[in-house]
């Protein structure tokens, strides 16, 4: 596992790294909900994004816990945790990772972050989803040993993490 990615808990001055990392090594689909108006990093969607994230998880009443993933120091990511309101005790992840970081090990080293991050909050477990042409994803998963399973158009799965897979 990589030693130099590290996960570290939101805040506005990595909001403005997180961002940087976005419009440099993303598509704004692939980081945030879709926003009206032409495709690309407008000045509209790149407010949207920081908004996004101050209403999400830097609010006074936190929706979700959200950490920038650096790697050698330099933030290249994002990587969540929300509680599943339906689910006691489960935490949704999801992650993004800039594409030049992309098959580096990264993803793998952030997933094993993340578990141990949602075991410290108190889950007991993770709901993870993906799609099905999510190569890198379905690798992870079957890595730790999580069955993933199709619901629809999507594949989900549900790590215990009280029963020591990783």
Known sequence: MRSDVTLRPLDRNLLTDLLLAAVEDADPLEVMPPVEGPGGWTPERRAAFVRFHESRSLAADPVETTFAISASGRVVGAARLCPVEKRAGTAEAGVWIGRSHRGAGVGGAVLRLLLDR?????????????????????????????????????????????????
């Open 118 to 166: 949602a075991g410290a909050a108190g889950f007991a477990s993770v709901y993870v989803s993906t799609t099905p042409h999510n190569l890198a994803v379905r690798a992870l998963m079957a890595g730790i040993g999580a069955d993933l399973v199709r619901d629809g158009d999507t594949l989900t799965a549900c790590v215990d993490l009280r029963a020591g897979a990783r």
